[in-house]
């Protein structure tokens, strides 16, 4: 079956630094959706990618989606306190399927 | 504040016990999720109901039992657990019919379900 793989599995930053994360499946992406969990919290929906190569911003974050529509990564630069947590990316296989399936997550601390 | 509501946030139960967890969308979705979260492990589908037809049923066993009586309420009926089913229990909706996602997930603050 599809797999999502995710790196890294948990990354400590200095506050201030950028930070990356990687998610690489085994299948070709229909799409693909990022989310946030807080500590203690619920997963949050931060974006959807769809077209090959494409690249969206929000403010400090960059999310990419590959020209195969096999890898995505979620790009913050100068990171800050509040955004701890972690980071999961989703990938659905085939158009029309309900079936996200979750990489790991990378947890991500950052040190004040 | 989220539109998916789910009671209790907290449930602990005996293996021989029988417990449901509820969940309610405020978010005229046509499509609802069940899904496990355990610790170092992805958040793994359990069920997913489109227009209040369970459209998947990802291998999970007979001691968990879900219902879908209407579009905003999704029910998680439990007997009979094992420790190894203590995890965070996440309800999930989403705007698309026929099986279909079309768009983004909205989850609910999740069950923690400890089983002793």
């Known amino acids: 079956g599809q797999q999502v793989m995710q790196i890294p599995q948990y990354q400590h930053v200095q506050e201030g630094e950028d930070f990356t994360t990687y998610c690489n499946s085994s299948?070709?992406?229909?799409?693909i959706q990022w989310y946030k969990q807080r500590p203690g919290g619920h997963p949050v929906f931060l974006i959807q990618?769809?077209?090959?190569?494409e690249v969206k911003k929000q403010k400090r974050l960059t999310f990419q989606f590959g020209e195969a529509k096999k890898n995505s990564s979620l790009h913050i630069t100068a990171t800050q306190t509040t955004d701890v947590g972690t980071y999961f990316c989703?990938?659905?296989?085939?158009?029309?399927?309900?079936?996200?399936?979750f990489g790991k997550g990378t947890k991500l601390s950052v040190i004040p | 504040e989220t539109g998916v509501t789910q009671t209790p946030r907290h449930l602990v139960m005996g293996m021989t016990n029988k417990k449901s967890l509820k969940c309610e969308q405020h978010?005229?979705?046509?499509?609802m999720y069940w899904y496990k979260q355990s610790a170092k492990k992805p958040l793994e589908l359990m069920f997913v109901?489109?227009?209040?037809?369970?459209?998947e049923n990802n291998s999970v066993p007979s001691r968990f039992s879900p219902e879908c009586p209407n579009s905003s309420h999704l029910f998680l009926h439990l007997h009979t657990l094992q420790p190894e089913d203590s995890a965070l229990y996440l309800c999930?909706?989403?705007?698309?019919?026929?099986?279909?996602?079309?768009?983004?997930?909205?989850f609910g603050e999740g069950s923690r379900l400890t089983v002793l």
């Open positions: 299948t070709t992406l229909s799409n």
């Open positions: 978010l005229g979705h046509n499509a």
């Open positions: 109901y489109s227009l209040e037809e369970r459209v």
């Open positions: 999930a909706s989403s705007q698309g019919g026929a099986g279909v996602v079309t768009g983004e997930l909205f």
């Open positions: 989703a990938g659905i296989s085939g158009a029309g399927s309900y079936q996200l399936t």
């Open positions: 990618l769809v077209k090959s190569g």
